[in-house]
């Protein structure tokens, strides 16, 4: 009887001390996941390019912009007042794409960059594109 009590008692700490470290574990894996997916589309990078793109030609002074992205390499093209961003995953053969307009004309293209480089200079917007 008593070492029925004392069973249960260490099965009921057992399962709330469980249950408490997936409460703190749980949201921190899915906010991860979550910051995976949305700053990983290339939906987002070319909006965000973009606007970067944008912003940089609307600078008066010098300006030097970095956009980097370790997980993932796309194919970025800029062209006339567009920006493209192709991600195609190597492992399912799939492959998701995605166009923004920006306020800027540039020609550029870029395959199997995860790094790229928007620097104004003297009026001139130079785009660079590598894996880094």
């Known amino acids: 009887m008593k070492g029925t009590i004392i069973t249960d008692a260490i099965s009921t700490i057992a399962v709330i001390i ?10 921190k894996i899915l906010a991860e996941i979550k910051d995976i997916i949305v700053s990983n589309s290339p939906k987002v990078m070319s909006r965000d390019l973009a606007g970067l793109a944008t912003i940089s030609a609307a600078s008066p002074y010098t300006i030097e912009i970095n956009y980097t992205n370790k997980e993932f390499s796309y194919d970025v093209e800029f062209s006339g007042r567009a920006v493209n961003v192709k991600y195609s995953d190597p492992v399912s053969t799939s492959s998701e794409e995605s166009t ?6 540039i ?8 790094h790229i480089t928007i620097k104004r200079a003297s009026g001139n917007i130079e785009v660079a594109g590598y894996e880094k």
């Open 100 to 105: 923004s307009p920006m306020a800027v004309e």
């Open 18 to 27: 469980i249950f408490i470290v997936l409460l703190f574990t749980v949201p």
């Open 107 to 114: 020609s550029q293209q870029f395959q199997g960059v995860n």
